[in-house]
């Protein structure tokens, strides 16, 4: 199996059994993702080169008008599409084999995480896995320290609060925020 086709299984939300060629390519590529972010966050780079470097990870080129700060963590990489426009603020990790999407003009704050797989619940299977992609719609603002759980989607122009746990979808133009995150407000409405 081939990262193709590996990409191709995650994109379906295949199960991910432990100990087959899937799981092999997912360390194998975790492997190459590791190398790839020691290059990103451990030197100073120009926005110029992190775009360069942040296009390696990924394998496909991204906007010159994204910014990172590193540091920058994930387990896979080639999973990651970000649109024009996009902010990565310091210390976020994506675990991405199920897939990431970042609308343009997306904020991400510090130490965000992004999470694409979750666990079989069975202990004697816990080592397999079930991707789910994460997408995040245009002009959307991530708060520190806020986790995305697998399959959540985050419409245009929404707010997640700081430290906000999200496990299910949050609509365009809201603010949610909480532990599980609930839908706090719309946006535009009057403050009380």
Known sequence: MDIEEYKALTAKGAYLEAGSPAHEVMHAA????RKNKEKINNAYHTQE????????????????????????????????????????????CFQDQGGIEIGDGALIGHQVVIATLNHDLAPEKRGSMRPAAVKIGKNVWIGAHATLLPGVSIGENAVVAAGAVVAKDVPANTVAGGVPAKILKRIGEEEP
């Not at 975790?30 to 993702?33: D, K, L, M, N």
């Open 49 to 92: 080169e992190l775009c360069a470097l942040f296009s390696e990870l990924t394998g496909r080129e991204v906007d010159r008008s994204f910014t990172l700060f590193p540091p920058f963590y994930t387990d896979f990489g080639k999973n990651i599409r970000v649109g024009k426009n996009v902010f990565i603020n310091a210390g976020c």
């Open 30 to 33: 975790a492997a190459e993702a």
